[in-house]
């Protein structure tokens, strides 16, 4: 028989079907969306989380066993990926999963897993995949750097797709057009990069570019976390997530730390949700980056606060019912001395008022803009996770919306919208 050495490509369907993943650090938590994304159950043990990896816990998309593995962990898995830092619990695992004769992907030592997860990315309803040909580690003469040269053949077919010639050649098969695979070079500085509402399809072109030139990509729980599968495996990827009322990273740590990879010579890029300049702090960050003579690209966002409700169905204006639409932060409530909104006059208008971080002020909210003139009965609508897979839409009126979210368990993220525009929905 001759020597085989190929690993064989499959694509597993998921979908409701046990995944156990042990370990829930930096390594889990760029491999948990795909899985998520699948339809996979997810099942964490950890006694530590990364605190993306704890907000999915808390919005309950994984199950979080908060405590170390042990021998059982595995019964019932399809799949299991081992990604602790520790080499002995890896192998334990790897044990057990090859024991129950269940593939299992090892993080720290790819040729001791019976499993790998290769260089993959989505695109226009595609699954791309690129994986090493070889199952045992090549020495550098035989093609070694086999991980990074994987993530570049999958970065350089998702830039051809993306250029517009995969289509070209789609559409007319016997086209000779041809483009030659971006480069990708090493550019000074920080970008701010508005990520778009969480759905990867909904960041722009050149936020997706300069996010596959990054050495270093800091990034918070909202905006387009599936992306961070797609990055090599070079790429330092820093959680700066702030949760609400839970773990987050301050500020000052955030903007300390563009600056200090920038000052290393590494190409940063801030991916954040949304639109760096809406409720974002991104001029903050600029600041600290200018005041260290640090170059700083800034890339506008699909702000949720447009596309949340676009998506939901929901127009912001309307001829003959608002012309106007206002952005308002509703993280403090109406009345507290350090609200800068003033809500009386809010209530004075007809239009659009659309409110970020309101969730856990609805209610009082909502109280307010009635007390100061505002229709009791003015639509309101509540869209939780606008752009993900589990989108909730929730709909009622001034007087009512508070008591049908509470009854619906509506959580942040959720952009609320309150007026006539919401009965436009179709
Ligand atoms: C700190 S603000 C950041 C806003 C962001 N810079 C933007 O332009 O979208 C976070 C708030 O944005 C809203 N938000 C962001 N992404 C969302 C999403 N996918 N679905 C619903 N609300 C979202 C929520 O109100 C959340 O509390």
Same mark, same amino acid.
């Not at 399809?78 to 080499?87: G, I, K, Q, S």
């Given at each position: 028989?001759?020597?085989?050495?190929?690993?064989?490509?499959?694509?597993?369907?998921?979908?409701?079907?046990?995944?156990?993943?042990?370990? &829930?650090?930096?390594?889990?938590?760029?491999?948990?969306?795909?899985?998520?994304?699948?339809?996979?159950? +997810?099942?964490? +043990?950890?006694?530590?989380?990364?605190?993306?990896?704890?907000?999915?816990?808390?919005?309950?998309?994984?199950?979080?066993?908060?405590?170390?593995?042990?021998e059982g962990d595995l019964d019932g898995a399809w799949y299991v990926l081992a990604l602790t830092n520790d080499a002995e619990v890896n192998a334990a695992v790897v044990a057990e999963a090859t024991g129950r004769r269940i593939f299992c992907v090892r993080a720290d030592d790819g040729t001791a897993g019976t499993a790998s997860t290769p260089a993959s990315a989505e695109w226009?309803?595609?699954?791309?995949?690129?994986?090493? *040909?070889?199952?045992?580690?090549?020495?550098?003469?035989? /093609?070694?750097?086999?991980?990074?040269?994987?993530?570049?053949?999958?970065?350089?077919?998702?830039?051809?797709?993306?250029?517009?010639?995969?289509?070209?050649?789609?559409?007319?098969?016997?086209?000779?057009?041809?483009?030659?695979?971006? $480069?990708?070079?090493?550019?000074?500085? +920080?970008?701010?990069?508005?990520?778009?509402?969480?759905?990867?399809?909904?960041?722009? +072109?050149? &936020?997706?570019?300069?996010?596959?030139?990054?050495d270093v990509v800091v990034v918070d729980r909202l905006g387009p976390r599936a992306l961070l599968g797609e990055l090599a495996p070079n790429v330092e990827v820093i959680d700066a997530t702030k949760l609400p009322r839970g773990r987050f990273m301050a500020q000052e740590a955030i903007n300390a730390c563009l600056v200090e990879h920038a000052l290393a010579g590494k190409f940063?890029?801030?991916?954040? /949700? *949304?639109?760096?300049?809406?409720?974002?702090?991104?001029?903050?960050?600029? $600041?600290?980056?200018?005041? @260290?003579?640090?170059?700083?690209?800034?890339?506008?966002?699909?702000?949720?606060?447009?596309?949340?409700?676009?998506? @939901? &169905?929901?127009?912001?204006?309307?001829? /003959? =019912?608002?012309?106007? %639409? =206002?952005?308002?932060?509703?993280?403090?409530?109406?009345?507290?001395?350090?609200?800068?909104?003033?809500?009386?006059?809010?209530?004075?208008?007809?239009?659009?008022?659309?409110?970020?971080?309101?969730?856990?002020?609805?209610?009082?909210? %909502?109280?307010?803009?009635?007390?100061?003139?505002?229709? /009791?009965?003015?639509?309101?609508?509540?869209?939780?996770? &606008?752009?993900?897979?589990?989108?909730?839409?929730?709909?009622?009126?001034?007087?009512?919306?508070?008591?049908? @979210?509470?009854?619906?368990?509506?959580?942040?993220? @959720?952009?609320?919208?309150?007026?006539?525009?919401? %009965?436009?929905?179709?």
């Amino acid at each position: 028989m001759p020597q085989v050495d190929t690993p064989y490509l499959a694509g597993l369907d998921l979908r409701d079907r046990r995944v156990v993943v042990v370990g &829930g650090g930096i390594v889990a938590q760029r491999r948990l969306p795909n899985l998520l994304d699948a339809g996979a159950l +997810v099942e964490l +043990v950890s006694p530590e989380a990364t605190p993306a990896v704890e907000g999915m816990a808390q919005a309950e998309e994984l199950r979080w066993h908060q405590r170390r593995y042990r021998e059982g962990d595995l019964d019932g898995a399809w799949y299991v990926l081992a990604l602790t830092n520790d080499a002995e619990v890896n192998a334990a695992v790897v044990a057990e999963a090859t024991g129950r004769r269940i593939f299992c992907v090892r993080a720290d030592d790819g040729t001791a897993g019976t499993a790998s997860t290769p260089a993959s990315a989505e695109w226009n309803g595609l699954r791309i995949a690129v994986a090493s *040909g070889h199952l045992t580690r090549r020495s550098p003469t035989s /093609g070694g750097r086999d991980p990074i040269r994987v993530a570049s053949v999958r970065d350089g077919v998702l830039d051809w797709l993306r250029s517009g010639a995969g289509e070209r050649l789609l559409n007319h098969p016997d086209s000779r057009s041809r483009t030659a695979l971006t $480069e990708s070079t090493t550019l000074p500085g +920080v970008a701010l990069v508005g990520g778009g509402p969480g759905d990867p399809e909904l960041i722009t +072109v050149r &936020g997706r570019r300069l996010l596959g030139q990054a050495d270093v990509v800091v990034v918070d729980r909202l905006g387009p976390r599936a992306l961070l599968g797609e990055l090599a495996p070079n790429v330092e990827v820093i959680d700066a997530t702030k949760l609400p009322r839970g773990r987050f990273m301050a500020q000052e740590a955030i903007n300390a730390c563009l600056v200090e990879h920038a000052l290393a010579g590494k190409f940063v890029v801030r991916l954040k /949700g *949304g639109d760096p300049y809406v409720f974002g702090r991104g001029s903050e960050e600029l $600041e600290a980056c200018a005041a @260290a003579g640090i170059p700083v690209t800034v890339v506008p966002g699909l702000s949720s606060a447009i596309a949340v409700p676009a998506l @939901a &169905g929901i127009p912001l204006t309307h001829r /003959g =019912v608002a012309h106007e %639409a =206002v952005i308002v932060s509703g993280h403090l409530p109406p009345g507290h001395p350090e609200s800068l909104v003033d809500w009386t006059a809010l209530a004075r208008l007809s239009g659009t008022i659309v409110v970020l971080m309101g969730v856990q002020n609805l209610g009082v909210i %909502a109280l307010a803009l009635r007390k100061n003139g505002r229709d /009791g009965e003015t639509p309101v609508a509540v869209v939780q996770d &606008g752009s993900m897979p589990a989108e909730k839409i929730t709909i009622g009126t001034l007087d009512s919306i508070d008591d049908i @979210a509470q009854e619906a368990g509506v959580r942040a993220p @959720a952009i609320i919208v309150i007026g006539g525009v919401v %009965a436009q929905r179709p």
